[in-house]
């Protein structure tokens, strides 16, 4: 309880400090954290600047749910869950416009589902324009040209910018993330080229999530991932815009693929489907658990038609679970995978917006995933969620979901053995 206040008077402390001039905290080259962010995904290109001094935009999000879930399986034990308030979770974003066409993004968790205590998610130096070194160097390329450099979250698929990252929930129409949670924070540096709707990216991470110089088994302290995305995204009239994007993450040796596990925040689902007593945090999630050498493509097709829109993850991840290390007689490490395994994951969403400025919306959305490794029985995890919300302003949004999920193909030993979890959750966030 005393950490919920301590969240509550932060939230409520930055919230005195918004200027009623709401177009005076807006920065260049900035997605809108409120109702006006939502379908945007690259942060938008604009060779206009309104640069006079350096400015510090101070916001941040609170979100709340209820939660009546309920869940079962084969018979082994599972923990007692009912009906009540989830942790209310809060980030803290500082963004600050340094120079004309370059700016710093920081969000720090105030609280989330797996740390109660403050803890920083990452942040990013964005570059739109290199007048901070010469007024007009090279604006025939950087008007279309974005470098980004940071421990950030990685910009692979399309699906990153529609989900729930701790208390930013206000661009999710669900409750829930998808099944297969593509979200990482990687040390790196990204740069994209977008012009007369085609959006290309190019990026290199260092592949971990945990930053550190210690050597492992290996002899190395890491490795690198590769991040490439194609897309077009156009709005064809006043009615209709189309989009379609692909997206590859592939890398080396690492000890660990974090491009599933990497969120700290934890799910919107708590408890389900763990043990008494557990502290997972993912609950409902799934992770491939892939390491060594990785692939992961994700195809992202989105369109939208006056209030009506569709969104589609069609994504294919394949890599090994498991290695032996061999070492030659000059001392060189070779990584030897032994278990190969490959999963896919296809969602789609349809959404209907209506009212003054789409105020309102109903929607649903179908998610599978299916897993399959060299010596064990495939599974596939399946689950629908049907939403409706209402922005009660644009900084403002309730939404309530109800969803169900269940499990194929697990062993009668697992906890997931013909496991299944539903109900209803009640979401308020407040971002700003």
Do not use: C
């Not at 200027?19 to 938008?44: C, H, M, T, W």
């Not at 993330?177 to 977008?194: C, K, P, R, V, W």
């Not at 189309?242 to 799910?267: E, K, M, Q, W």
Request: zero cysteines; charged letters at 20%.
């Amino acid at each position: 309880m005393k950490q919920f206040y301590t969240t509550l008077l932060v939230v409520v402390l930055a919230l005195t400090g918004i200027s009623v001039n709401a177009q005076s905290r807006d920065l260049d080259n900035y997605r809108k954290p409120d109702q006006r962010g939502i379908n945007v995904f690259e942060d938008p290109k604009d060779t206009i600047s309104t640069f006079e001094k350096i400015k510090v935009r101070m916001g941040g999000s609170f979100a709340l749910q209820f939660q009546g879930l309920s869940h079962e399986n084969s018979g082994v034990p599972l923990a007692q869950i009912g009906s009540n308030f989830n942790l209310p979770t809060a980030n803290l974003d500082l963004d600050v416009a340094l120079a004309p066409g370059v700016r710093m993004h920081l969000r720090t968790y105030l609280s989330s589902r797996h740390h109660p205590e403050p803890y920083v998610k990452g942040g990013f130096f964005q570059i739109d324009a290199l007048d901070f070194i010469k007024e007009g160097l090279l604006d025939n390329v950087m008007k279309y040209t974005t470098i980004r450099i940071g421990q950030m979250e990685n910009n692979y698929g399309d699906a990153h910018f529609r989900r729930t990252d701790n208390a930013q929930a206000i661009y999710n129409p669900f409750v829930g993330n998808l099944i297969m949670d593509s979200f990482t924070t990687e040390i790196g540096a990204e740069l994209y080229y977008q012009r007369n709707g085609f959006i290309s990216m190019v990026g290199f991470t260092n592949g971990k999530l945990n930053q550190s110089v210690v050597e492992g088994s290996n002899g190395k302290t890491g490795g690198a991932s590769f991040l490439a995305k194609l897309g077009y995204d156009k709005q064809i009239n006043t009615d209709l815009r189309v989009r379609l994007t692909g997206s590859l993450y592939n890398t080396g040796y690492i000890p660990s693929l974090y491009l599933y596990s990497a969120d700290r925040a934890g799910s919107r689902y708590y408890n389900v489907l763990e043990a008494p007593g557990s502290t997972g945090f993912r609950s409902g999630r799934f992770n491939p658990s892939f390491k060594n050498s990785v692939t992961a493509i994700m195809i992202n097709p989105f369109v939208k038609y006056r209030g009506l829109e569709f969104f589609g993850t069609i994504e294919n991840t394949s890599g090994s679970t498991n290695s032996t290390t061999t070492t030659d007689d000059e001392g060189n490490v070779t990584v030897i995978p032994t278990k190969d395994g490959k999963t896919q994951q296809y969602a789609g969403e349809l959404i209907y917006r209506f009212g003054q400025n789409e105020k309102f919306y109903v929607g649903g959305r179908y998610n599978v995933v299916y897993s399959q490794y060299d010596d064990t029985d495939d599974i596939d995890i399946s689950r629908f969620q049907a939403s409706a919300g209402w922005f009660m302003t644009k900084n403002i949004l309730t939404k309530v979901e109800y969803v169900t999920q269940s499990y194929n193909g697990y062993p009668e030993t697992s906890i997931y053995n013909d496991g299944k979890f539903n109900g209803f959750m009640f979401e308020a966030v407040i971002s700003f």
